[in-house]
Nanobody, 115 residues
Framework: QVQFVESGGGLVQTGGSLRLSCAAS????????MGWYRQAPGKLRELVAI???????DYGNSVLGRFTISRGNAKNTVDLQMNSLTPEDTAVYYC?????????WGQGTQVTVSS
């Protein structure tokens, strides 16, 4: 079973920045994909950003140019730098891993952007 430690969420004003970090453990076969999804109240969970083992990245359209995903310094860690935040970015952000075809999700960290 994958365990997650997510950090960095909180309250920020419009235009501000936050940095999310995630550390995953309990993974046997190595991580193929790691990243972040988010879910706002009344909305479906959506892709924020992922990074593949190859180093390739994908971003959700709404965060392109504002968010940057990168591998952390430690193994099985990932960081998400979020800039130019708007109230539309308010959501619970979930760390995500895929390993050997199996997906896992963290418990989520709240990000709230005030107007």
């Amino acid at each position: 079973q994958v365990q997650f430690v997510e950090s960095g969420g909180g309250l920020v004003q419009t235009g501000g920045s936050l940095r999310l970090s995630c550390a995953a453990s309990g993974i046997i076969f190595g991580i193929d994909v790691m990243g972040w999804y988010r879910q706002a109240p009344g909305k479906l969970r959506e892709l924020v950003a992922i990074i593949r083992n190859s180093g390739g990245t994908d971003y959700g359209n709404s965060v392109l140019g504002r968010f940057t995903i990168s591998r952390g310094n430690a193994k099985n860690t990932v960081d998400l730098q979020m800039n130019s935040l708007t109230p539309e970015d308010t959501a619970v952000y979930y760390c995500y891993t895929m390993s050997a075809g199996l997906q896992a999700w963290g418990q989520g960290t709240q990000v709230t952007v005030s107007s």
